[in-house]
C-alpha cells in the first residue's frame, strides 16, 4: 500500500505571494491533517479534513486554508506569504474514525522558503 | 491546558548505550499516547500507541511505559544504534475532539 504523498518537496516563494501544497493521503483514509514545523517551535496543527469537511482547526491566522476532495486528497493554501512561514509543511492521513486506534501516517513533507 | 512536555530537549550517548527519554501531560480527556521518531527534514514515524489501559509496549529496541495516574511516559531505548540518531516526539490524543497535542521533542544524537 503506497504511503501519503506530498508536492512538491520543495518550494521557493518571495514575500506577498501565495502557495498551495497537495496531500494525497493513504488509500481507505478520509482524515488528513495538516502541520506546520519549524526548529524552535516543533510540530504545529494547521488543521483537519474528514470526508471533505473542516473537523479541527489549529491556531493559524486566515491566510492559511485548506480543502479536501472527494477522492480524501488534500490541498493547503498559503496567502501572502510572510517570511515566519519558513517552515517544513507536513500532512498525515489516519482512517479517522475510531480514535483510539487512529494511528496517523505521515508523508515525507514539503520545505517551503519565503525569501 | 492540554499541554505536552519532553525533556531532556537534546541529549548525546555513545552507541551501545541505553537511554530514556521523558513525557509529562497535561491533556484531558486523554486518549492515547503516541511516540514518534522523526529524521531531520522527514515526516515522522510512529513508534508506539498506548491506550489509557496499555502501561507498557515494545517495538524492537524501543520500550515505552505510560503511567495514566501521573500523566507521564517514558521511551527506553536500548543499545543505541547510529540510526537511532534523531528526533522523538511524543503526542497526546484528547479524547472526543480528534486533536494531538505535540511535544516539542527530545533531539538524540548517537555518537560512535
Known amino acids: 500500500k503506497a504511503g501519503v504523498t506530498q508536492t512538491p518537496r520543495y518550494l521557493i516563494k518571495t514575500r506577498g505571494q501565495q502557495v498551495t501544497l497537495s496531500c494525497s493521503p493513504i488509500s481507505g483514509h478520509r482524515s488528513v491533517s495538516w502541520y506546520q514545523q519549524t526548529p524552535g517551535q516543533g510540530l504545529q496543527f494547521l488543521f483537519e479534513?474528514?470526508?471533505?469537511?473542516?473537523?479541527n482547526k489549529g491556531n493559524f491566522p486566515g491566510r492559511f486554508s485548506g480543502r479536501q476532495f472527494s477522492n480524501s486528497r488534500s490541498e493547503m493554501n498559503v496567502s501572502t506569504l510572510e517570511l515566519g512561514d519558513s517552515a517544513l509543511y507536513l500532512c498525515?492521513?489516519?482512517?479517522?474514525?475510531?480514535?483510539?486506534?487512529?494511528?496517523?501516517?505521515f508523508g515525507p513533507g514539503t520545505r517551503l522558503t519565503v525569501l | 491546558k492540554n499541554q505536552v512536555e519532553q525533556s531532556p530537549q537534546s541529549l548525546i550517548i555513545l552507541e551501545g548505550k541505553n537511554c530514556t527519554l521523558q513525557c509529562n501531560y497535561t491533556v484531558s480527556p486523554f486518549s492515547n499516547l503516541r511516540w514518534y521518531k522523526q529524521d531531520t527534514g522527514r515526516g515522522p514515524v510512529s513508534l508506539t500507541i498506548m491506550t489509557f489501559s496499555e502501561n507498557t509496549k515494545s517495538n524492537g529496541r524501543y520500550t515505552a511505559t505510560l503511567d495514566a495516574d501521573t500523566k507521564q511516559s517514558s521511551l527506553h531505548i536500548t543499545a543505541s544504534q547510529l540510526s537511532d540518531s534523531a528526533s522523538y516526539i511524543c503526542?497526546?490524543?484528547?479524547?472526543?475532539?480528534?486533536?494531538?497535542?505535540f511535544g516539542t521533542g527530545t533531539r538524540l544524537k548517537v555518537l560512535a
Open positions: 498525515a492521513s489516519s482512517t479517522g474514525t475510531s480514535e483510539r486506534i487512529n494511528e496517523q501516517f
Open positions: 479534513y474528514f470526508s471533505e469537511t473542516q473537523r
Open positions: 503526542v497526546v490524543s484528547n479524547a472526543g475532539t480528534y486533536k494531538y497535542i
